[in-house]
């Protein structure tokens, strides 16, 4: 079996274009394996409108700003 090593040892002794042009086929290689792998991975469904429309709603002060004991806690856990 070919090591990283053994590659970069025959790849010193190509041109600089013979270097490029291994580069490129194997970017190629590669995307192509990554693509393989990656399209059936993860095909999520297409999204249904309206699905649980009614199921969740925001409360009518959401944007009100918060108390300060929200943000600093409340005195009775500082005295336990």
Do not use: C
Request: cysteine-free; aromatic content about 6%; glycine content about 4%.
């Amino acid at each position: 079996m070919t090591t990283v090593h053994d590659v970069l040892m025959i790849a010193t002794q190509l041109t600089p274009v013979e270097q490029l042009e291994v580069i490129q086929a194997l970017s190629r290689v590669l995307q192509q394996q990554y693509a393989e792998k990656s399209s059936g991975a993860s095909v999520s469904p297409p999204r249904i409108l309206g699905l649980h429309a009614g199921e969740i709603w925001v409360s009518d002060d959401f944007d009100a700003e918060l108390p300060d004991e929200f943000w600093l806690g409340s005195n009775d856990e500082l005295a336990a």
